[in-house]
Every structure is written in structure tokens, then in C-alpha cells.
């Protein structure tokens, strides 16, 4: 009897469930990152799977695609029992992936990356050529077109993306798992991306969408799970739910979407930055004369596409990197290259700096997170009692108060920074920067990678450093993020300033097109 | 998620002892290979080393010298700099004491130990000053430059030496020997004031103490001053400490030189206390094995103690060993490479396993 089961299922299930997981769990030493886990996907449909950062999302795909084994659990494929030991039997059993971060060769051409593992026989030349073929068929069918024999370095992040999708179709997947694909996109490279999902789903082809955007979720998808703390709460139907409830299942409470905050009272200028032009070490020129000003009391937020040279602009200010230009911060010019740029004479003018990268900029990953406290500010009198020697004990004692004000979790000032989730990791950052008190913070990404219950604290708390008079200048690729919190927007496109708009007199068809350099 | 976490502990004691554990293995299987019993050979080193006050003291002298050449490579470790050049600051270290002891009258040997040290230190640091200042300003790199160093510090030795320091008239390309008064006392002049007998034959030496105090004088500037805190972030995040505003140039400097100069301070180990004058090779070595000594003490400066005393155990029971035996010397000396080997290059082979353990532990648990 036992040995007719999953024949049996295999019959019932064979019909429309492309995908069925059924008690998977698996545990990292002592983490469980998934928790008896049930999931059916339908074939020919785009499901969702949202959930918060560590919710293990990505653990679970990991296991579908056999990266990871499951400590228990079984998987079907079109109602098979399906046994995927590593990336090549689950690639055998139909299933694609693309990667959040691309797994492309750079300097080879597209053509070549789409064969790349699946390359039939010793020659090259017959693979490439039915490569090129499928290429062509695909770029007819679902607007799938990037240029077979351009090189990988020269093509945008989109087309990348694309040139993932066409390995995946290439090896004839017929389940496509895409993980946070949206992240490196603009609003219109999104929308092209999700025509080419659904004409894809229109060829019955069954496709799993991994997000933590709930718009995206909205607008595409049949149905949608969420995943909470390694367990599947919920599965819906996605017309029949709302992003509140969505975010609701998210986060176990309920969430503020919307940024709760008051008028802007600016005051004088703070900042004036005047004709700012930066090459960077490829001699590119990434800063092409961009000229601003910040006042008291207002969040200036810079949209743009990455790559536009809005990271650039503000590592210019933070003293990061060498500029030409002028930048007088409180009447008093501030040095753009030379002794006095550096990170230390900013924080002296009372600059601070939460860096868009983290975890290379923003933190020491292999330091406790009172040495992390201290990271910038270890020239503070308050943690060097002589001139030698520093006072742990002192800057522990700060660490607690700081983690406390900032409800980190954990709050062991002895937990290594690399221990905390990237929410938590964010907020260590943010305490450390925003209880400086300073004139001017700069703000790259403040959001990115963190769980949607530390965003809104995040928000909460830039609003709250904006409201006692400090000068914000926030960057950031989530145009809902700029919009949210900006009390004027300014958009880059290719090192220079496109625009300025007010928050509540555009829209984000608008700016899109300005981050498109089109308008 | 990461896996491979091991607990601290298991880190830092049983993955070394597992790698020595290992390469004793196959040196045993080594020495059965060549006729000999292998049990017979470990106890004559262990005999050697650690059976009389006479092996301690030959097993601690070589472990001074360690102590310096190791701490030299941990600090410099711990800004992510691999100062594979303890050998030619070493030599340099030796030729600063010998100016010191040579030409300045010292009225005592207490005097003359913290001139030399300084005298030592201070050439050391010169010697590993050039090569910082180019990686840090020029970004060549510091493996090439400290190794280069190496061997013009062993030329401009030999040139000191033949025509310099040399004795007229003698044919040995070595200096006078230092004035008696200021011989440094002998660990068992130490011990004989409280009453512990000990052998007067080794040369170990009141500099096994500067080096124990060295290793928490180092445990102190990194892990207690904001020097030292600069140091190990720039170490570990470039990006991160260039943020924080330390400056990569004078960090990289500043490390060149503090371990250039533990490096240095081997000298008065050798030289002052050994030796007693200035020979062409007075370091024999010893700063090589400092990179194996840091490996295995996980750059930290108590490891590095604990792995000084092994290589020093290795030295004096190798030596041993090729006095009673027939193994060969060569034969000795592949069993420290083993050591070296298994706690330097092969540390993932051991870790990998261990951590698997760990984790199915833990699972079980």
C-alpha cells in the first residue's frame, strides 16, 4: 500500500500542480531555516512567494534547485517524486533560476553564456548555432531580444537579466524561478520584464516569482505564498487578497505602508554644492557638474537608476572620493581632495555617513558590534580616556544604550556584526550614525535588504532626525522609498541632474522616464 | 546562510592540535619508512626537548627567537600585510645591537639590554619601514619587496661584517665580542635566585622574558588602543576603514614598523644573548619559521606563544634526534615542514571535517 502512494498522488497531482513541496524543512546548525513547508504551484502560473529577509525564501529555492538538501521532505515535479541532489538533476527536471546577483561569464558573448554547461559535444560551432537559433524564435515570441554576439560587460543590467532568462529557457526549463528580479531595474526595464513573464506563463510555462515588492506581487502574480520566520503562513489567491493584508501575513502585525509625517519646516541652507564633477579611477567621468543645495530640516532624495553617479555624489561628500567642483557646507568650504577629505574631517564638520554597502562600507563584518559602534568615532574622547588607550568597557556601556534607542536585536554589544540580520545590521549602522547628532547625514540605500517591520522604524527615525533640524540627503533605487520620504526630489541620469520635482507633484511614471534620461 | 561555523574554542585548540596530530602521523609513517621505530624517535625528542633542565633551556632559547620572528608576522597579519621579511629586519636587528654594544660603554647589562632592544628595534623597523612606505604609497607588494629585502640585508651584513666590524687581522667574517660586563644574565641565574636548579649549559636568556612580555605588550596595543583597533579594522575591511576615516598609508606604515621591530628584537636574543658578537648568520632561519609560528598561533600574540614553544620543542628534539639516531638531519627538517604544512596550508582540510561534526552535533542535539 505504502508503495502505491505517490503513484497514486502522481495521478492526482500530474494534472495541474507543477510544483508540489510537502514537508520540507531544514535547519542551519541551529537555525531552522525552513519549517515544514507544504506548497503547491499550479502549473502555467506565476506564483509569489513574499516574506521579510532570513524569512527563507531563498533557502527554500535553494533546496528546489539543489543547492541544498532538505533534511526531510519530499518534492514533486508535475506530481513525480523527484529526488534533486544538486543544480543538474533539477535543471534534468525542468527547472530554471535566475539569480539575484547574475552567474554570467563577463568578458564572454551572450551567445556563449547561454551554452555555457550545456554545450552539445566537443564543437562549439553546431551549439552555437542552434543557440542562435532558439535566441531568434525567443526574441520573436516574448520581446526576449538582446544581441547574441555582444559581450556580457557591454550590455545593461536588463539585457543581463534577459540573457539569464534565455540560459534558463535554452535548457529547456519549463518551471522558471526568478529571485528578487526587480531590484537591479528601472520602473520601465520591470515592466518589460513582467510582459516577458506573462507571454512565457501564456506558453504554459510556470513561473515563481521571489519578491518582497508587493506592487510587484499585485500586478503579476496568480497566487501568492508568505513565508514567515521559515514557516509558509499563508497561500492566496492573489485577487482575492490586498498588499495589507499581504504585509500583515509578512510581518505577523500590523504595518504601516504608507510614511506617516508632517510638512517639512526648512529652515536656512545647509549644504550648497556647486558644478561637482568626479572621474573615477577607470577615468570615467561619473559626476558631470551637479549643482544643489539642502536646507535644515528637509530630506532631499536622488532617484536614479544605479550607475547613474548618485553612489558617486555621495562619497564625494562623505570624503570618500577626490572631486573638482565646490561644496561649502555652513559657509565654510569643504576640501574635495587632498588632507581634509577624508572620512574623519567630515564627521569633525559634523557630516555623517550611512553607506549604501554595509556590509563593505559600513561595518567591520568580523567586529563585535560595540568595535562597529566605535567604527568612525574612535577618536571620540568619550571612548579614549588617554591617548593610547581606548575604554571597551566605556564603548560597550554606549553600544547598549545605542542598540537599546535602536532596538536591535539581539542586543549582545558582543555579537559579531555578521551575527545580526541585515535589518539589524542597518539599524547598528543608523544608531551609530543618526545618535551623532549630526548637520548633515548622508543616506545611500537605507532600506535595501532589510525586513519591512525595520523599514518602517528606519523611516520613522530619518523623519524624526529631519524634524529636530538636520539636513538629509537620501538615496536611494526605490522610487517608493524617494517618494515616500523626500521632501524634494532630484533625478540623476549619466552624472547629472535631470530635474527637480516636489513629492506630491509627480508621479512615478514621471520620474521613471527622467531616470530613463528621456524627459 | 553560512555554513562551516565552528565554536571558538574548537577553533583555536583542537584544529591545531588535529593539524600537528597529523603531520606527526605522517612523519611517524616517514620514519618507519627509513628502518627506524618511531616510537623510539619520539621519545628521544620529547626526551630531548622537555626531559631535562638542559633540553628545556635549548627548547626555550629557540622559542625566544620564535616568539619575536611570529609576532612580527601575526602583527603584521592583522592588517592583512604578509611581512614574509622577519629574516633581513632580524639580520638588521642583529647589526643594531652590535653598534650598540659595541661602541657605547654600558656600565650595566640592565642598561645595555634596553639599548640594545631599542638599538635592535629600531634597525628592524628601518629595514621593514622601506617596504611599507612603497606598498603603502606605491602599492607594490609587500611579499616581493620583504622578500627582496631579505637578501640585501644579508649583503649589506656580509659587507658590515668583512669590512666594518671585522677583527684585524682575523679571517671570520664576525665582530669583536661584546664586552663581558654586559652578558646578559642566563635563565639560570634567574631561576637560581629563587632557588630552582637549573642547567647553565643552554644560551637561554633573560630575552625569553622580553618576549613573553612582548607577546602581551602586543595583546595590548591591538586589543586595547585605538592603534591597534585601527590596525585590525583596516585589516579586515579596507573599504570599511577607509570609511571610518583610518588612513590606509600611515596604518600600513605604522604596522610595517611595530613589526619590523619585534622582528629586530629577535637579535638580542641571538646576538647579545647567544652569541655574544655579530656572526654572518645569526638568525638561521628563524624568520621563515616566524610565518609558520603565526600561522599556527592564529596571529594572535598568546598563540603565537604556545606555537613558539612547539617549533622550539621541534628544533631542540630534532637536533636530538639526529644525534642518536641515523635519520638523517634532512629528515628532521622535513617534519617541521610538515608541521608547517598541515597547521599553514593544509588548515581547511582538518577545519572542513570538524566543522561537519560540529554541525551534525548540533543537528543531534
Given at each position: 500500500m505504502a508503495l502505491n502512494t505517490p503513484a497514486m498522488r502522481q495521478e492526482t497531482a500530474a494534472s495541474d500542480n507543477a510544483i508540489e513541496l510537502s514537508g520540507i524543512s531544514k535547519a542551519f546548525g541551529s537555525v531552522q531555516a525552513n519549517k515544514d513547508i507544504s506548497i503547491r504551484v499550479r502549473r502555467g502560473t506565476i506564483h509569489g512567494i513574499v516574506g521579510e529577509n532570513g524569512a527563507g525564501k531563498s533557502t527554500l529555492m535553494s533546496i528546489l534547485f539543489g543547492f541544498y538538501r532538505a533534511d526531510s521532505g519530499e518534492i514533486f515535479i508535475n506530481g513525480k517524486p523527484t529526488e534533486i541532489t544538486d543544480s543538474e538533476s533539477a535543471i534534468r527536471a525542468g527547472i530554471g533560476m535566475v539569480f539575484q546577483h547574475f552567474k554570467l561569464v563577463e568578458n564572454?558573448?551572450?551567445?556563449?553564456?547561454?551554452?555555457?554547461?550545456?554545450?552539445?559535444?566537443?564543437?562549439?560551432?553546431?551549439?552555437?548555432?542552434?543557440?542562435?537559433?532558439?535566441?531568434?524564435?525567443?526574441?520573436?515570441?516574448?520581446?526576449?531580444?538582446?544581441?547574441?554576439?555582444?559581450?556580457?560587460?557591454?550590455?545593461?543590467?536588463?539585457?543581463?537579466?534577459?540573457?539569464?532568462?534565455?540560459?534558463?529557457?535554452?535548457?529547456?526549463?519549463?518551471?522558471?524561478?526568478?529571485?528578487e528580479p526587480t531590484g537591479v531595474l528601472t520602473p520601465s526595464e520591470a515592466d518589460h520584464l513582467f510582459r516577458i513573464l506573462k507571454g512565457?506563463?501564456?506558453?504554459?510555462?510556470?513561473?515563481?516569482?521571489?519578491?518582497?515588492?508587493?506592487?510587484?506581487?499585485?500586478?503579476?502574480?496568480?497566487?501568492?505564498?508568505?513565508?514567515?520566520?521559515?514557516?509558509?503562513?499563508?497561500?492566496?489567491?492573489?485577487?482575492?487578497?490586498?498588499?495589507?493584508?499581504?504585509?500583515?501575513?509578512?510581518?505577523?502585525?500590523?504595518?504601516?505602508?504608507r510614511v506617516e509625517k508632517t510638512p517639512a519646516q526648512p529652515g536656512a541652507e545647509v549644504l550648497r554644492v556647486e558644478n561637482l564633477r568626479h572621474v573615477d579611477s577607470q577615468g570615467v567621468e561619473r559626476l558631470r557638474g551637479i549643482s544643489l543645495g539642502i536646507r535644515k530640516g528637509e530630506i532631499l532624495g536622488i532617484a536614479g537608476v544605479s550607475g547613474n553617479g548618485q553612489s558617486e555624489l555621495l562619497e564625494v561628500l562623505a570624503g570618500l572620493r577626490h572631486a573638482e567642483g565646490q561644496v561649502v557646507l555652513d559657509n565654510e568650504a569643504l576640501p574635495l581632495s587632498g588632507a581634509g577629505c577624508d572620512g574623519?574631517?567630515?564627521?569633525?564638520?559634523?557630516?555623517?555617513?550611512?553607506?549604501?554597502?554595509?556590509?563593505?562600507?559600513?561595518?567591520?563584518?568580523?567586529?563585535?558590534?560595540?568595535?562597529?559602534?566605535?567604527?568612525?568615532?574612535?577618536?571620540?574622547?568619550?571612548?579614549?580616556?588617554?591617548?593610547?588607550?581606548?575604554?571597551?568597557?566605556?564603548?560597550?556601556?554606549?553600544?547598549?544604550?545605542?542598540?537599546?534607542?535602536?532596538?536591535?536585536?539581539?542586543?549582545?554589544?558582543?555579537?559579531?556584526?555578521?551575527?545580526?540580520?541585515?535589518?539589524?545590521?542597518?539599524?547598528?549602522?543608523?544608531?551609530?550614525?543618526?545618535?551623532?547628532?549630526?548637520?548633515?547625514?548622508?543616506?545611500?540605500?537605507?532600506?535595501?535588504?532589510?525586513?519591512?517591520?525595520?523599514?518602517?522604524?528606519?523611516?520613522?527615525?530619518?523623519?524624526?532626525?529631519?524634524?529636530?533640524?538636520?539636513?538629509?540627503?537620501?538615496?536611494?533605487?526605490?522610487?517608493?522609498?524617494?517618494?515616500?520620504?523626500?521632501?524634494?526630489?532630484?533625478?540623476?541620469?549619466?552624472?547629472?541632474?535631470?530635474?527637480?520635482?516636489?513629492?506630491?507633484?509627480?508621479?512615478?511614471?514621471?520620474?521613471?522616464?527622467?531616470?530613463?534620461?528621456?524627459? | 546562510m553560512r555554513t562551516g561555523k565552528i565554536p571558538h574554542w574548537a577553533d583555536v585548540t583542537l584544529v591545531p592540535l588535529l593539524s600537528v596530530a597529523l603531520a606527526f602521523a605522517i612523519s611517524a609513517v616517514l620514519i618507519w619508512a627509513i628502518g627506524e621505530s618511531p616510537s623510539e624517535a619520539v621519545k628521544l625528542m620529547v626526551e630531548g626537548a622537555f626531559g631535562s633542565t638542559y633540553g628545556w633551556g635549548y627548547t626555550l632559547f629557540y622559542a625566544t627567537n620564535f616568539i619575536f620572528t611570529g609576532l612580527a608576522v601575526a602583527v603584521a597579519f592583522q592588517a592583512r600585510l604578509f611581512n614574509i621579511g622577519g629574516e633581513g629586519q632580524a639580520l638588521l636587528g642583529g647589526l643594531g645591537v652590535a653598534l650598540v654594544c659595541l661602541y657605547i660603554p654600558w656600565p650595566h647589562w640592565s642598561i645595555a639590554l634596553i639599548a640594545?632592544?631599542?638599538?635592535?628595534?629600531?634597525?628592524?623597523?628601518?629595514?621593514?619601514?622601506?617596504?611599507?612606505?612603497?606598498?603603502?604609497?606605491?602599492?607594490?607588494?609587500?611579499?616581493?619587496?620583504?622578500?627582496?629585502?631579505?637578501?640585501?640585508?644579508?649583503?649589506?651584513?656580509?659587507?658590515?661584517?668583512?669590512?666594518?666590524?671585522?677583527?684585524?687581522?682575523?679571517?671570520?667574517?664576525?665582530?669583536?665580542?661584546?664586552?663581558?660586563?654586559?652578558?646578559?644574565?642566563?635563565?639560570?641565574?634567574?631561576?637560581?635566585?629563587?632557588?630552582?636548579?637549573?642547567?647553565?649549559?643552554?644560551?637561554?636568556?633573560?630575552?625569553?622574558?622580553?618576549?613573553?612580555?612582548?607577546?602581551?605588550?602586543?595583546?595590548?596595543?591591538?586589543?586595547?588602543?585605538?592603534?591597534?583597533?585601527?590596525?585590525?579594522a583596516f585589516g579586515e575591511s579596507e573599504p570599511a576603514a577607509q570609511y571610518a576615516g583610518i588612513s590606509p598609508v600611515r596604518t600600513t606604515i605604522y604596522v610595517m614598523l611595530i613589526s619590523g621591530a619585534l622582528a629586530g628584537m629577535m637579535a638580542v636574543n641571538s646576538v647579545m644573548g647567544e652569541q655574544q658578537?655579530?656572526?654572518?648568520?645569526?638568525?638561521?632561519?628563524?624568520?621563515?619559521?616566524?610565518?609558520?609560528?603565526?600561522?599556527?598561533?592564529?596571529?594572535?600574540?598568546?598563540?603565537?606563544?604556545?606555537?613558539?614553544?612547539?617549533?622550539?620543542?621541534?628544533?631542540?628534539?630534532?637536533?636530538?634526534?639526529?644525534?642518536?639516531?641515523?635519520?638523517?638531519?634532512?629528515?628532521?627538517?622535513?617534519?617541521?615542514?610538515?608541521?608547517?604544512?598541515?597547521?599553514?596550508?593544509?588548515d581547511n582540510m582538518v577545519r572542513m571535517p570538524i566543522s561537519r561534526l560540529f554541525a551534525l552535533r548540533k543537528r543531534a542535539g
Open positions: 564572454f558573448t551572450v551567445l556563449e553564456n547561454v551554452i555555457l554547461g550545456a554545450e552539445a559535444g566537443g564543437l562549439l560551432r553546431p551549439s552555437l548555432a542552434r543557440a542562435r537559433g532558439l535566441l531568434k524564435d525567443l526574441a520573436r515570441e516574448f520581446e526576449l531580444n538582446v544581441d547574441p554576439d555582444a559581450k556580457i560587460e557591454d550590455l545593461s543590467v536588463g539585457h543581463q537579466q534577459r540573457v539569464e532568462i534565455l540560459k534558463a529557457l535554452y535548457r529547456e526549463a519549463d518551471i522558471l524561478i526568478l529571485d512565457l506563463k501564456e506558453q504554459g510555462k510556470t513561473i515563481i516569482l521571489i519578491t518582497h515588492k508587493l506592487r510587484e506581487i499585485m500586478d503579476v502574480t496568480d497566487d501568492v505564498s508568505v513565508m514567515r520566520r521559515g514557516e509558509m503562513v499563508a497561500t492566496r489567491v492573489t485577487a482575492q487578497t490586498s498588499p495589507t493584508e499581504l504585509a500583515e501575513l509578512m510581518v505577523g502585525r500590523k504595518v504601516l505602508l574623519q574631517a567630515r564627521r569633525a564638520r559634523r557630516i555623517a555617513h550611512v553607506p549604501e554597502d554595509r556590509q563593505r562600507r559600513g561595518l567591520v563584518m568580523n567586529f563585535h558590534a560595540w568595535e562597529n559602534i566605535a567604527l568612525g568615532y574612535h577618536h571620540d574622547p568619550l571612548y579614549n580616556p588617554s591617548r593610547w588607550r581606548m575604554d571597551n568597557p566605556a564603548i560597550i556601556r554606549d553600544t547598549e544604550g545605542k542598540m537599546s534607542a535602536f532596538d536591535v536585536r539581539p542586543p549582545d554589544p558582543q555579537l559579531k556584526a555578521s551575527g545580526f540580520s541585515g535589518g539589524n545590521q542597518q539599524k547598528l549602522v543608523l544608531a551609530r550614525e543618526i545618535e551623532y547628532e549630526p548637520d548633515l547625514l548622508l543616506v545611500g540605500q537605507p532600506t535595501r535588504g532589510v525586513d519591512i517591520g525595520a523599514i518602517e522604524f528606519i523611516h520613522q527615525r530619518l523623519i524624526r532626525l529631519r524634524d529636530a533640524g538636520a539636513a538629509i540627503l537620501l538615496i536611494s533605487v526605490e522610487l517608493d522609498e524617494i517618494m515616500a520620504l523626500s521632501d524634494r526630489i532630484i533625478v540623476m541620469f549619466d552624472g547629472r541632474i535631470m530635474g527637480e520635482r516636489m513629492p506630491d507633484e509627480t508621479n512615478a511614471q514621471e520620474l521613471g522616464l527622467m531616470m530613463a534620461g528621456m524627459a | 640594545a632592544s631599542l638599538g635592535a628595534a629600531l634597525f628592524g623597523a628601518a629595514w621593514a619601514l622601506i617596504p611599507g612606505y612603497l606598498q603603502a604609497k606605491r602599492g607594490s607588494h609587500i611579499v616581493i619587496t620583504t622578500i627582496m629585502f631579505n637578501f640585501i640585508a644579508a649583503s649589506l651584513l656580509g659587507y658590515m661584517l668583512v669590512s666594518v666590524l671585522r677583527v684585524p687581522g682575523s679571517q671570520d667574517p664576525a665582530s669583536p665580542r661584546f664586552p663581558s660586563e654586559i652578558a646578559l644574565p642566563k635563565l639560570h641565574e634567574i631561576l637560581g635566585l629563587v632557588g630552582i636548579p637549573f642547567s647553565t649549559v643552554p644560551p637561554v636568556n633573560i630575552a625569553l622574558l622580553l618576549g613573553i612580555a612582548m607577546c602581551f605588550a602586543v595583546w595590548f596595543m591591538l586589543w586595547r588602543t585605538r592603534l591597534g583597533y585601527q590596525i585590525r658578537r655579530l656572526v654572518l648568520n645569526a638568525v638561521e632561519g628563524a624568520g621563515f619559521i616566524g610565518i609558520a609560528v603565526a600561522l599556527m598561533g592564529r596571529n594572535h600574540p598568546f598563540g603565537v606563544f604556545l606555537a613558539a614553544i612547539l617549533f622550539g620543542f621541534l628544533y631542540q628534539g630534532g637536533a636530538e634526534l639526529a644525534l642518536w639516531t641515523s635519520i638523517p638531519r634532512e629528515l628532521i627538517v622535513v617534519i617541521q615542514a610538515l608541521v608547517i604544512l598541515f597547521t599553514g596550508a593544509l
